[in-house]
């Protein structure tokens, strides 16, 4: 439980830290609740971590039809921000409240439970049933992504190892929308054996589910065909008849939350 | 002593745990102090052809790999305690193969990762039924020539061995042991009976989850005595133990058993051999702390269990027969399991005609099995108080109504062929009869129920002795060996004050090493108050016989016209003429003084054993959706004698229950069909957190042990025992289908749900 000999370095802006990532086998560190455990167990072995904590990507703020979250905003911050109370991205807080216990959602950041690409996560399935957008900064430049492009499969994403995420941009629903998460929790490890987002609004639904497959995936049909994932715990046929229950859960309670922004 | 009996106090050791001033095992300072970092085996079966150490050896503060050949060991058996690392053969994955031991412990962990061991797999036994078919493969191939393992059985619970075996089984080498109880005419009886009920039932592996992982330090003085600090439940047993392994005359060993940071029968001379060989061989300081996941891999939990059982009644509710044939996984401990005393206790606290009960310890490939609060009686209650409430079900009767139509009573002969002593089934079922909850359970919405169900422990005995000291202050010291688990030390500290009489605030209580204590054996079993109270108090009288003579002279009365009430001699009818304890203390303890210090030593040896019941109720909620079980609501009832303490007693009512809550719903260590382990971690492995605890009712039932100090018996151990069967009772209520199988986690519910 001692990681292996790394070394560490405080990134005093953001091109600092870019600078410092262009070494191989470097490893941002933000609020270390993914990281430090998989070092402790010498899983990660970066040869320097790259503290990126103080930088300015922290908050929450609404801005031209987009809600947009700073990486670094904790599971915490996220739970008190106003505009993640009301009906049309309840969903956020909502998953947020339900994420480990309070040490947890005191250092742990939305941007690092994203890029880090727990198939069991929580929040990735909010941000792709809302249908979220990650910016990039690179030393080569910046660019787009949407969630759903980044999430290719356990543990991995389409990101560049030199990349940062800088914004995570959520499209703000119309009026007379709802979302909401429900999930139920393997017993240890309290992550999902089974998750749902859902987003309901005048326009139509759109539901994304979690735990269930290598990578959180946004739902179309009946997860009949869904290549759904099993282990001696919760074999998969009962994974996939969770995923129906918490997505029926989940829809329902955006839809009446829905009707409440009207 | 009126109100120094049966008032919640709170722990004597609370101030200093919480505020974090203990200083547990793994805290000392010890001056060139080594780190220890076990290996262990990746496989559950195989040859050590060799290990490779260059690359260990070469990082910087390493100090030594070793493995069983560096440890000066006698060869005293293959248990772990004489065979700490595996020797030549690993019978299972996690079991220590080798140390690296390092000036630090980053040293010492960079060490172990780079240690190689070349293995020659063998095939592994996983399956415990099928290990026992004659012609299975061996789970150990070395022969086990002199074992004495065996002695750590007699820390837990008394239990006989049963009859003579049935030669005619044919058995694979496996099973090392098998116990038979018969008597009359079970087959009759069956036949005879309105209700047969049958079914087999599987439990798992359940790991102790003590908050304090496995710890020892230990080092040599310069005079050559061995000194060993450590986790454990017993330093008598421990220093025994060691003294056998190494060859070590007792004199020259010293185990100070530290503040216990939990153990539930999990710390009995495990971790201390590899230490103390370390120790011995590099004459160097040496500490071991097993991180949480070397500590789910390489203990010693409590076994898997597969019960066969079939019971049956009149329809009247006279329960007639009961047949078992219960497979108890031994793992890799050949010196004892919990077949006999599972196969005793399946009969639980009731009569009946007839009965063959058999038990099985059986070898296989998965850890060594060890002892949990109350060995084999929550596996052997699951399945008998299933059954109980199939039968109520199939005759219509009011489950506790059938329970205490056979409850027990004082002079019962038991399946044991030994009559019951004084035992309070009746009375426990009675009260928790009353409860509101029994009334509420069938008003209760859809995928709620209540169910209940007993249990019972034996308790033991073992011989033990305290000495009690009043210092010139007028305070007590109360010195005994017992290592302070579920807080025994308090629970003396009133029972030394009422037998002298001292306001309980005055006393202390110290757990000496084997260096000065006087003995007693470990803190397990539900023995320690039961058995080391009545030393206390017979020391704390002894004291007071001093005291007494002391202050006859001085207030010039005779000894039999005093009395000592809150730390003062008075004259009975008298009290003006006294004087307070911290007077005549004083003047004994002084150059000069003319009296014998106030001290005294007692000793006990029960002979006769206390046994505790404890039924609970438990509601639960089944998410049919899901298969998701919430318990709501707990109730427990409990026979503990006399409540010394009320605080402590609930505390161990309440963590019983939570336990047994753990083994019903939550806690497995599950390994691969290859035999390694699955549910090595918290992240893996649940227990019931504080947030899916509900509220438990506690119900005090005494029932005075006549031979216990002041009435008490022993506690820690019944309330786990029933917990289970009451919330599977209650899920298959609620659920309208009953699981054979624990933990009932919510995929297992969700498919008994469908099927």
Same mark, same amino acid.
């Given at each position: 439980?001692?990681?292996?000999?790394?070394?560490?370095?405080?990134?005093?802006?953001?091109?600092?830290?870019?600078?410092?990532?262009?070494?191989?086998?470097?490893?941002?560190?933000?609020?270390?609740?993914?990281?430090?455990?998989?070092?402790?167990?010498?899983?990660?072995?970066?040869?320097?971590?790259?503290?990126?904590?103080?930088?300015?990507?922290?908050?929450?703020?609404?801005?031209?039809?987009?809600?947009?979250?700073?990486?670094?905003?904790?599971? /915490?911050?996220?739970?008190?921000?106003?505009?993640?109370?009301?009906?049309?991205?309840?969903?956020?807080?909502?998953?947020?409240?339900?994420?480990?216990?309070?040490?947890?959602? /005191?250092?742990?950041?939305?941007?690092?439970?994203?890029?880090?690409?727990?198939?069991?996560?929580?929040?990735?399935?909010?941000?792709? %049933?809302?249908?979220?957008?990650?910016?990039?900064?690179?030393?080569?430049?910046?660019?787009?992504?949407?969630?759903?492009?980044?999430?290719?499969?356990?543990?991995?994403?389409?990101?560049?190892?030199?990349?940062?995420?800088?914004?995570?941009?959520?499209?703000?629903?119309?009026?007379?929308?709802?979302? %909401?998460?429900?999930?139920?929790?393997?017993? %240890?490890?309290?992550?999902?054996?089974?998750?749902?987002?859902?987003? %309901?609004?005048?326009?139509?639904?759109?539901?994304?589910?979690?735990?269930?497959?290598?990578?959180?995936?946004?739902?179309?049909?009946?997860?009949?065909?869904?290549?759904?994932?099993?282990?001696?715990?919760?074999?998969?046929?009962?994974?996939?008849?969770?995923?129906?229950?918490?997505?029926?859960?989940?829809?329902?309670?955006?839809?009446?939350?829905?009707?409440? /922004?009207? | 002593?009126?109100?120094?009996?049966?008032?919640?106090?709170?722990?004597?050791?609370?101030?200093?745990?919480?505020?974090?001033?203990?200083?547990?095992?793994?805290?000392?300072?010890?001056?060139?102090?080594?780190?220890?970092?076990?290996?262990?085996?990746?496989?559950?079966?195989?040859? @050590?052809?060799?290990?490779?150490?260059?690359?260990?050896?070469?990082?910087?503060?390493?100090?030594?790999?070793?493995?069983?050949?560096?440890?000066?060991? =006698?060869?005293?058996?293959?248990?772990?305690?004489?065979?700490?690392?595996?020797?030549?053969?690993?019978?299972?994955?996690?079991?220590?193969? =080798?140390?690296?031991?390092?000036?630090?412990?980053?040293?010492?962990?960079? #060490?172990?990762?780079?240690?190689?061991?070349?293995?020659?797999?063998?095939?592994?036994?996983?399956?415990?039924?099928?290990?026992?078919?004659?012609?299975?493969?061996?789970?150990?191939?070395?022969?086990?020539?002199?074992?004495?393992?065996?002695?750590?059985?007699?820390?837990?619970?008394?239990?006989?061995?049963?009859?003579?075996?049935?030669?005619?089984?044919?058995?694979?080498?496996?099973?090392?042991?098998?116990?038979?109880?018969?008597?009359?005419?079970?087959?009759?009886? +069956?036949?005879?009976?309105?209700?047969?009920?049958?079914?087999?039932?599987?439990?798992?592996?359940?790991?102790?989850?003590?908050?304090?992982?496995?710890?020892?330090?230990?080092?040599?003085?310069?005079?050559?005595?061995?000194?060993?600090?450590?986790?454990?439940?017993?330093?008598?047993?421990?220093?025994?133990?060691?003294?056998?392994?190494?060859?070590?005359?007792?004199?020259?060993?010293?185990?100070?058993?530290?503040?216990?940071?939990?153990?539930?029968?999990?710390?009995?001379?495990?971790?201390?051999?590899?230490?103390?060989?370390?120790?011995?061989?590099?004459?160097?300081?040496?500490?071991?702390?097993?991180?949480?996941?070397?500590?789910?891999?390489?203990?010693?939990?409590?076994?898997?269990?597969?019960?066969?059982?079939?019971?049956?009644?009149?329809?009247?509710?006279?329960?007639?027969?009961?047949?078992?044939?219960? @497979?108890?996984?031994?793992?890799?401990?050949?010196?004892?399991?919990?077949?006999?005393?599972?196969?005793?206790?399946?009969?639980?606290?009731?009569?009946?005609?007839?009965?063959?009960?058999?038990?099985?310890?059986?070898?296989?490939?998965?850890?060594?099995?060890?002892?949990?609060?109350?060995?084999?009686?929550?596996?052997?209650? +699951?399945?008998?108080?299933?059954?109980?409430?199939?039968?109520?079900?199939?005759?219509?009767?009011?489950? $506790?109504?059938?329970?205490?139509?056979?409850?027990?009573?004082?002079?019962?002969? #038991?399946?044991?062929?030994? *009559?019951?002593?004084? @035992?309070?089934?009746?009375?426990?079922?009675?009260?928790?009869?009353?409860? *509101?909850?029994?009334?509420?359970?069938?008003?209760?919405?859809?995928?709620?129920?209540?169910?209940?169900?007993?249990?019972?422990?034996?308790?033991?005995?073992?011989?033990?002795?305290?000495?009690?000291?009043?210092?010139?202050?007028?305070?007590?010291?109360?010195?005994?060996?017992?290592?302070?688990?579920?807080?025994?030390?308090?629970?003396?500290?009133?029972?030394?004050?009422?037998?002298?009489?001292?306001?309980?605030?005055?006393?202390?209580?110290?757990?000496?090493?084997?260096?000065?204590?006087?003995?007693?054996?470990?803190?397990?079993?539900?023995?320690?108050?039961?058995?080391?109270?009545?030393?206390?108090?017979?020391?704390?009288?002894?004291?007071?016989?001093?005291?007494?003579?002391?202050?006859?002279?001085?207030?010039?009365?005779?000894?039999?016209?005093?009395?000592?009430?809150?730390?003062?001699?008075?004259?009975?009818?008298?009290?003006?003429?006294?004087?307070?304890?911290?007077?005549?203390?004083?003047?004994?303890?002084?150059?000069? #003084?003319?009296?014998?210090?106030?001290?005294?030593?007692?000793?006990?040896?029960?002979?006769?054993?206390?046994?505790?019941?404890?039924?609970?109720?438990?509601?639960?909620?089944?998410?049919?959706?899901?298969?998701?079980?919430?318990?709501?609501?707990?109730?427990?009832?409990?026979?503990?004698?006399? =409540?010394?303490? *009320?605080?402590?007693?609930?505390?161990?009512?309440?963590?019983?229950?939570?336990?047994?809550?753990?083994?019903?719903?939550?806690?497995?260590?599950?390994?691969?069909?290859?035999?390694?382990?699955?549910? #090595?971690? +918290?992240?893996?492995?649940?227990?019931?957190?504080?947030?899916?605890?509900?509220?438990?009712?506690?119900?005090?039932?005494?029932?005075?042990?006549?031979?216990?100090?002041?009435?008490?018996?022993? $506690?820690?151990? =019944?309330?786990?025992?029933?917990?289970?069967?009451?919330?599977?009772?209650?899920?298959?209520?609620?659920?309208?289908?009953?699981?054979?199988?624990?933990?009932?986690?919510?995929?297992?519910?969700?498919?008994?749900?469908?099927?």
């Amino acid at each position: 439980m001692i990681p292996a000999e790394t070394r560490y370095a405080r990134a005093s802006d953001l091109d600092h830290a870019l600078e410092l990532l262009a070494e191989p086998d470097s490893k941002a560190i933000a609020g270390g609740q993914s990281l430090i455990p998989v070092m402790k167990l010498r899983i990660a072995r970066p040869s320097l971590v790259v503290d990126i904590s103080r930088l300015d990507l922290r908050g929450v703020e609404e801005r031209d039809g987009e809600v947009h979250v700073g990486p670094l905003t904790t599971w /915490n911050e996220l739970i008190g921000a106003e505009v993640l109370q009301r009906p049309p991205l309840a969903a956020v807080a909502e998953c947020a409240r339900g994420i480990g216990d309070l040490q947890v959602r /005191n250092l742990g950041t939305i941007g690092g439970s994203v890029v880090h690409a727990d198939p069991a996560s929580d929040m990735p399935a909010v941000l792709l %049933a809302l249908g979220a957008r990650l910016r990039l900064r690179s030393p080569e430049g910046e660019r787009a992504l949407a969630v759903s492009d980044a999430l290719v499969g356990p543990f991995t994403t389409t990101l560049e190892p030199d990349e940062l995420v800088t914004d995570i941009a959520i499209p703000m629903p119309p009026h007379g929308s709802g979302s %909401a998460y429900a999930s139920v929790e393997h017993p %240890a490890s309290g992550f999902a054996l089974a998750g749902a987002a859902a987003l %309901a609004t005048p326009d139509g639904e759109s539901v994304a589910v979690t735990g269930v497959g290598l990578t959180p995936f946004v739902l179309s049909g009946d997860l009949s065909d869904a290549e759904i994932f099993g282990d001696r715990f919760a074999p998969a046929e009962y994974r996939r008849a969770l995923a129906r229950v918490v997505a029926d859960r989940a829809l329902s309670a955006a839809r009446e939350r829905a009707k409440v /922004n009207r | 002593m009126s109100d120094t009996l049966g008032v919640a106090r709170p722990r004597l050791d609370a101030p200093e745990k919480v505020t974090g001033a203990t200083r547990f095992a793994a805290d000392g300072y010890v001056h060139g102090l080594l780190h220890a970092r076990p290996v262990l085996a990746t496989e559950p079966h195989a040859r @050590i052809r060799g290990f490779d150490t260059d690359a260990t050896l070469a990082v910087p503060g390493v100090v030594a790999v070793l493995s069983a050949a560096d440890l000066p060991l =006698a060869g005293t058996g293959t248990d772990r305690t004489s065979e700490p690392l595996a020797r030549e053969e690993v019978v299972f994955a996690g079991q220590p193969v =080798a140390l690296v031991v390092a000036e630090t412990e980053a040293a010492a962990e960079d #060490g172990a990762e780079l240690l190689v061991v070349d293995y020659e797999p063998l095939e592994a036994v996983v399956d415990v039924e099928a290990a026992m078919e004659p012609g299975a493969a061996l789970a150990r191939t070395v022969e086990d020539s002199d074992d004495e393992g065996g002695d750590l059985e007699s820390v837990h619970g008394q239990v006989d061995k049963g009859q003579e075996d049935d030669a005619g089984e044919q058995l694979s080498g496996n099973v090392l042991d098998r116990v038979t109880r018969e008597q009359g005419d079970v087959a009759a009886a +069956f036949a005879a009976s309105d209700a047969v009920v049958e079914a087999t039932f599987r439990t798992p592996w359940v790991y102790q989850a003590y908050i304090e992982p496995q710890v020892c330090t230990a080092w040599l003085e310069p005079s050559g005595t061995l000194v060993v600090s450590t986790s454990t439940q017993g330093s008598f047993v421990t220093r025994r133990e060691l003294a056998r392994a190494f060859d070590l005359p007792l004199d020259r060993v010293r185990v100070i058993a530290e503040p216990l940071g939990g153990a539930f029968g999990g710390k009995f001379a495990l971790v201390e051999p590899l230490a103390v060989g370390a120790a011995l061989a590099l004459q160097r300081p040496v500490r071991l702390v097993l991180t949480r996941s070397e500590d789910f891999a390489a203990t010693n939990p409590a076994s898997a269990q597969v019960t066969h059982l079939k019971v049956a009644a009149r329809a009247d509710g006279t329960l007639t027969a009961i047949e078992a044939r219960m @497979i108890v996984d031994r793992g890799t401990n050949a010196g004892w399991g919990v077949e006999g005393a599972t196969s005793l206790l399946v009969a639980g606290p009731y009569r009946w005609q007839a009965h063959d009960l058999r038990g099985y310890g059986v070898q296989t490939n998965r850890f060594t099995f060890g002892a949990y609060r109350a060995p084999g009686a929550p596996t052997a209650a +699951f399945a008998l108080e299933s059954l109980l409430d199939e039968l109520a079900r199939e005759l219509d009767l009011d489950p $506790i109504e059938l329970r205490l139509k056979n409850a027990v009573v004082e002079g019962d002969v #038991g399946v044991s062929g030994n *009559p019951f002593p004084t @035992i309070g089934a009746v009375e426990v079922l009675e009260r928790l009869r009353e409860h *509101p909850l029994w009334a509420q359970r069938n008003s209760l919405p859809d995928g709620e129920a209540v169910g209940m169900a007993a249990g019972h422990w034996p308790g033991a005995m073992e011989p033990a002795s305290a000495v009690c000291r009043v210092d010139a202050d007028g305070t007590m010291t109360v010195v005994t060996s017992v290592a302070d688990m579920s807080g025994v030390n308090s629970g003396f500290a009133v029972i030394a004050a009422a037998a002298f009489g001292l306001p309980p605030e005055q006393v202390r209580v110290v757990t000496a090493d084997t260096a000065s204590a006087p003995y007693a054996g470990a803190s397990g079993g539900s023995k320690v108050t039961y058995t080391v109270g009545p030393a206390v108090i017979r020391a704390a009288e002894a004291a007071r016989e001093k005291l007494l003579a002391a202050a006859a002279q001085e207030l010039e009365i005779a000894p039999g016209d005093l009395e000592v009430v809150d730390g003062v001699v008075r004259a009975v009818g008298a009290p003006d003429r006294s004087m307070t304890v911290q007077e005549v203390a004083s003047k004994a303890l002084r150059f000069g #003084g003319r009296y014998e210090p106030i001290e005294g030593h007692g000793g006990s040896a029960q002979t006769s054993g206390a046994p505790s019941v404890a039924a609970h109720l438990s509601h639960v909620r089944v998410d049919r959706q899901t298969g998701e079980v919430t318990v709501l609501r707990h109730v427990i009832a409990q026979d503990v004698g006399r =409540a010394l303490n *009320p605080a402590l007693v609930e505390g161990q009512m309440r963590g019983g229950a939570v336990q047994g809550i753990g083994w019903a719903l939550f806690e497995q260590l599950d390994h691969d069909e290859d035999g390694r382990l699955l549910t #090595g971690s +918290f992240l893996d492995y649940a227990i019931p957190t504080a947030e899916r605890v509900p509220e438990i009712d506690t119900l005090i039932v005494e029932v005075p042990a006549p031979d216990g100090p002041f009435g008490a018996k022993g $506690i820690g151990e =019944a309330p786990v025992v029933g917990a289970p069967a009451a919330v599977a009772n209650a899920v298959a209520r609620a659920a309208g289908t009953r699981l054979y199988e624990l933990p009932m986690t919510p995929p297992r519910v969700w498919q008994a749900l469908r099927s």
